[in-house]
């Protein structure tokens, strides 16, 4: 008999060991269950044998008492099966939950290194998060509408001759917006809108300026907005003449205090009656990018042939934007309104983030911040090289007491995974106060930047920018502690010859590779650097000091004529020439800092007739005859204008277009033309001033002609120069009331100011690559001392027994030196050939500074061999200070 | 023969085979056999529900399955109780003689008139 005592053997031997390896190649469930019920089986015939039966009887027998032997065998293989999936899943995690916790102990333990390897994480991760912020508020999200990624500007460019280097757009017909609109398959919706400065007299009298915009009815639901208080325009708003009005809520808690009862009261733009019939909130906005928001909301009529008007659509689903363009293209080219256009247009679409004015610095910044990560990675993978070497001994003893090596890989991947995530907490701090500092600093030219938010997709991004480096770094690691067997390690004295020779040469392409990063930032901040200081240093060629740019706004009700808004203009022009603290007025088509376009193509006589049709944009200004004196802008030869009518066409030229036309010869006499339709009479050169970048700093030549503007000035500006000292705005605000009481305050604005801020955005993105640069740069001096600091350490012995047999300091000192210089000279010629290529990025944000500079790629590779020495100052030292005695002795 | 006392069985089977691993570490045909003996060949065990209700009680974390070498030199996989199943084993003991004795009153207990 069996005794059920003694038949399971407490003492029992473990099964084969391979069999427990062979579950790792998939569920051994099934084997099991099989091996069970077999051995049952095989153990209950065997009982039954022993009390006669015979062996197939028997067999029979046990099978037969198992009842539903399949039924049975299908269950245990479910139970067992499920089981042992959840036992591996928690087995991972077990094993996770180990790693995690010896990792930080083993952080923990070298708390110095730690700390080190973290903030450069923290350092370069942060720097991305906060480009990316941005990136991903202005590029990635540029307008706050539904459907975001379906929604296109929509305009018109010229087909050829657009020399401008700037995009054109011009602005469609009302007509064909219209037209657009009832035929265009390819939008969901289009949207037509444009906004100006008016007058706005309330119901209590009080006069103020404020910024109107004109759009349809179904604006509103493009948007998605709903209205604060009341409703938005209707069709039958605009059929009746569209005398209604909606608030924007910032304008309507500062002027109305929030008070609902504005519903149904009047106000007064431009002299026309309005009723107040809702409030829209602040979130509703028009499409610009830049631009400030508006005050009030009125209907715009397609009918009432506005001009200026911009357009944005959303495309249907699954409709490309080449598609949607061909389309609207179609539309115009079959219509009457193209027979009517001398000049060839063509219809353009454009997602809202290319027309994003930061876009090209963000590419550029994006990329800066791309390479101090590099760095970054680069330092802290050197950290963790250094330390494998130094744990070298540690890790061969647990791969002697049985770690596998998959086993020691893990822990050093969840060690720099470690990292990783306090590099992305400390990333994620560091990057929200970056983008704090980088929105305070932000130039009144970008005022977009304020809407840069830290989201839930960058935080993802900054994560995942945490987990690739650490995964990166920590198998750079782990590859180099593998490739060294733990026979090799355990043997002491071996361990420093056998690790040293890889090692060193990985170590030296780190920082060899920093060197070179460093120097492609240096070489591309200097080169903006040198940019920023031509633009503040150029002689702009008139003197801005003291020069007011006055526009009036003159509705189109009361001055419908240029004549009489001309007429109008030089009144007032005359009534402040006599106040107090001007010293001179002149009236112009444009004032500084903005450029005034004709189209057409330029001929100069004699030379052959353009080709028909073509339609360049030509700079000119449109003056008067003192704008020089005003301006300050000296004639260097001939007379200035001296006819106000026009009649004798004649005009100035800058000494830039009379070089490149006439050069070494007088332009005086000559004379020119801008075709449009081929009948242009020539119009005479009197007189050559001088350079004047009265298009902004930034523009790329000064204007090269000025025409007398005579009567049809579309929107003319007054330009006053003020004494010195002497503030004229309040004046000229009062001396306009005195003209004419119902019109708004004017625009003024101060130009040398205007200037300054157009040279703003280039020298906000100058700073911003600066200081990328110098954290780029201190990493990489960080990781070059890191390197040199070590090699000294390892060779201390070495350098004692040189020292011991004659060795002079200086000698050792030069040898330390020339290991750092040798990497940084390395770096600098591959940084060299990477910058030459990479200035493409700045291609069109240098301003009198060619992209190969050659200063500017001399002063990176300087202050790089600089911060390298520096780097390799304290090594140095350290291996002058060596102790022969001590160090033979030591080990 | 799935009849009262079988199905009666089937709810106890759990508690016996904890109390029989209670003593040493078994194999299935093992514990079989001691539940046999014991109740001298009376219960006879529906050998078809043994081993779902082993696996059952080892994926609860009652028993602890291993392979291991009995002393015939064979291969067979061994249960051992866990300190859960231990726990679980004076719970259900506990439960299942309160349950009896009731019963058993019932049995014995005549009306009186």
Redo the contacts between chains.
């Keep these: 008999m069996?005794d059920?005592?003694?038949?399971?053997?407490?003492n029992?031997?473990?099964?084969a060991t391979w069999?427990r390896y062979l579950r790792f190649w998939g569920p051994r469930a099934e084997a099991?269950?099989d091996?069970?019920?077999a051995?049952?089986i095989?153990?209950?015939s065997r009982?039954y044998m022993e009390r006669g039966m015979t062996e197939a009887d028997a067999r029979r027998a046990a099978t037969a008492?198992?009842?539903?032997?399949a039924?049975?065998r299908t269950?245990?293989i479910a139970?067992?099966s499920?089981?042992e999936r959840r036992m591996t899943r928690a087995q991972l995690v077990d094993a996770f939950v180990q790693d995690v916790r010896f990792g930080w102990r083993t952080l923990g333990r070298q708390k110095g290194w730690s700390i080190v390897a973290g903030v450069t994480l923290a350092l370069g991760i942060g720097a991305n998060t906060a480009v990316f912020s941005v990136v991903n508020s202005l590029l990635l999200h540029p307008l706050p509408y539904p459907e975001a990624g379906r929604i296109a500007f929509v305009y018109q460019e010229p087909t050829e001759g657009n020399s401008t280097g700037m995009r054109v757009f011009v602005n469609p017909d009302p007509e064909l917006v219209a037209l657009w609109r009832a035929n265009a398959r390819s939008f969901e919706a289009l949207e037509p809108y444009v906004s100006s400065d008016q007058a706005l007299r309330a119901s209590d009298g009080t006069q103020s300026t404020v910024r109107s915009a004109w759009v349809l009815p179904s604006f509103a639901a493009f948007t998605g907005t709903r209205p604060l208080i009341g409703r938005v325009f209707t069709g039958d708003d605009v059929a009746q003449g569209g005398h209604v009005v909606v608030l924007s809520e910032p304008f309507w808690r500062s002027r109305y205090g929030g008070d609902s009862t504005v519903l149904g009261k009047s106000v007064t733009l431009d002299r026309k009656v309005f009723t107040v019939v809702g409030v829209m909130p602040a979130a509703y906005r028009l499409p610009r990018l830049s631009d400030a928001v508006s005050d009030v909301w009125v209907p715009l009529d397609l009918r009432a042939k506005q001009r200026g008007l911009s357009v944005i659509g959303r495309r249907r689903p699954n409709v490309t934007m080449a598609d949607a363009a061909r389309e609207l293209n179609a539309i115009y080219t079959r219509s009457d309104l193209a027979k009517g256009d001398h000049g060839e247009f063509r219809t353009k679409l454009s997602a809202p983030s290319e027309l994003v004015s930061f876009r090209q610095s963000l590419v550029l910044l994006s990329s800066a911040v791309g390479l101090v990560l590099l760095i970054a990675c680069g330092n802290v993978a050197h950290l963790l090289l250094a330390r494998t070497a130094a744990r070298q001994r540690e890790l061969a003893i647990r791969a002697a007491l049985g770690a596998s090596r998959v086993r020691i890989v893990r822990q050093l991947l969840t060690e720099s995974l470690l990292l990783g995530l306090a590099g992305c907490i400390g990333g994620a701090l560091v990057g929200w106060l970056g983008l704090h500092a980088l929105v305070a600093m932000r130039p009144d030219s970008l005022p977009e930047l304020a809407e840069a938010r830290i989201d839930r997709a960058t935080l993802l991004v900054t994560a995942a920018l945490a987990a690739v480096t650490g995964l990166v770094v920590g198998a750079l690691g782990a590859m180099h502690a593998l490739r060294h067997s733990a026979h090799d390690a355990l043997k002491a004295g071996a361990l420093s010859l056998s690790q040293t020779r890889g090692q060193r040469r990985l170590r030296s392409l780190l920082v060899v590779s920093e060197m070179a990063v460093s120097t492609v930032l240096l070489v591309g901040a200097t080169l903006l650097v040198r940019s920023i200081v031509h633009l503040q240093t150029i002689d702009p060629g008139f003197d801005p000091r003291g020069l007011y740019a006055v526009q009036v706004n003159l509705p189109r009700t009361t001055y419908p004529t240029p004549a009489a808004r001309r007429t109008f203009t030089q009144q007032l022009a005359d009534r402040i020439r006599t106040a107090p603290g001007v010293r001179a007025v002149t009236i112009a088509a444009g004032a500084p800092p903005s450029r005034s376009f004709t189209i057409g193509a330029l001929q100069v006589e004699g030379t052959p007739d353009p080709k028909p049709g073509t339609t360049g944009f030509v700079d000119y200004n449109g003056v008067s005859p003192d704008f020089f004196r005003t301006m300050g802008i000296k004639l260097l030869e001939g007379t200035t204008l001296t006819d106000t009518t026009r009649q004798a066409r004649q005009a100035l030229v800058n000494a830039g277009f009379a070089k490149k036309y006439w050069p070494g010869q007088s332009a005086l006499g000559r004379r020119f033309r801008v075709v449009y339709d081929g009948k242009e009479e020539w119009t005479t050169i009197v007189g050559v001033v001088a350079d004047a970048f009265t298009g902004g700093l930034t523009s790329e030549a000064s204007t090269p002609m000025y025409y007398t503007s005579g009567q049809d000035l579309f929107e003319p500006v007054l330009i006053v120069r003020a004494a010195a000292g002497a503030d004229p705005i309040a004046n000229v605000r009062a001396l306009m009331t005195q003209a004419d009481a119902s019109l708004g305050p004017p625009t003024i604005s101060n130009i040398e100011s205007a200037l300054q801020r157009s040279v703003a955005g280039p020298r906000f993105t100058m700073l911003l690559l600066v200081v990328f640069t110098m954290l780029a740069l201190v990493l990489a001096a960080v990781g070059l001392y890191g390197v040199m600091a070590y090699a000294v350490a390892q060779q201390t012995r070495e350098i004692g027994i040189r020292i011991a047999l004659g060795a002079t300091r200086s000698t050792i000192a030069k040898t330390v030196l020339r290991r750092g210089v040798a990497m940084a000279f390395a770096g600098a010629v591959v940084g060299v050939l990477g910058a030459r290529w990479g200035s493409k990025l700045l291609e069109n944000m240098l301003y009198g500074v060619q992209r190969t500079d050659s200063a500017s790629f001399s002063i990176g590779v300087l202050v790089l061999m600089l911060t390298a020495v520096a780097a390799c100052l304290v090594p140095m030292r350290r291996a002058v200070s060596v102790d022969p005695l001590v160090s033979i002795k030591a080990d | 023969m799935p009849d009262a006392t079988t199905d009666f069985l089937k709810g106890t089977l759990d508690l016996m085979v904890l109390k029989?691993l209670s003593?040493?570490?078994?194999?299935?045909?093992?514990?079989?056999?001691?539940i046999e003996?014991c109740t001298g060949d009376v219960l006879q065990v529906?050998?078809?529900?043994l081993?779902?209700a082993?696996?059952?009680l080892?994926?609860r974390g009652l028993i602890l399955a291993?392979?291991?070498?009995?002393?015939h030199n064979?291969?067979?996989?061994?249960y051992r109780l866990t300190a859960a199943g231990k726990k679980q084993l004076a719970l259900s003991r506990d439960y299942w003689a309160r349950f009896a004795g009731a019963v058993f009153k019932v049995l014995e207990t005549a009306p009186t008139r």
């Design positions: 069996l059920p005592q003694q038949t399971p053997a407490p029992a031997q473990r099964a069999r099991d269950v091996d069970e019920l051995f049952h095989d153990m209950r009982e008492r198992l009842g539903d032997l039924a049975a269950e245990c139970i067992t499920r089981r | 029989t003593w040493a570490p078994a194999h299935g045909y093992g514990i079989a056999r001691w003996q529906e050998e078809g529900s081993y779902p082993l696996h059952k080892e994926e291993e392979w291991g070498i009995t002393e064979r291969r067979a996989k061994f």
